[in-house]
């Protein structure tokens, strides 16, 4: 069994950071993919940012370039997302990703993580 657990959310006003942590642990898992998606209330969940674990190139939504950015602890699988710049669109609950597949999707997430930005 794998186990994906976030933490590092919070609250911050408008233009602060804060950094999201994502760990993966279990017994016998390779970690291909992982990833970042949030849910707004009333909203559907949307992507935000992955990491290709092997060849470690990342991938953002449009709305979060150039803010947000994603770096890993290989070691630990370990991702992170440093978010700064923040807006109230950014309000959302953070859910962590991973695949542990060489294709397909992600097939582990966590509980989730609240991001809340005060204007």
């Known amino acids: 069994q794998v186990q994906v657990v976030e933490s590092g959310g919070g609250l911050v006003r408008t233009g602060g950071s804060l950094r999201l942590s994502c760990g993966a642990s279990g017994r016998s898992f390779y970690v291909y993919k992982m990833g970042w998606s949030r849910q707004s209330p009333g909203k559907e969940r949307e992507f935000v940012a992955s990491l290709d674990w092997r060849t470690e190139i990342p991938t953002y939504a449009d709305s979060v370039k150039g803010r947000f950015t994603l770096s890993k602890d290989h070691a630990r699988n370990t991702l992170f997302l440093q978010m700064n710049n923040l807006n109230p669109d950014a309000t959302a609950v953070y859910y962590c990703?991973?695949?542990?597949?060489?294709?397909?999707?992600?097939?582990?997430w966590g509980q989730g993580t609240q991001v809340t930005v005060s204007s």
């Open positions: 990703e991973l695949r542990t597949s060489p294709v397909g999707s992600y097939n582990y």
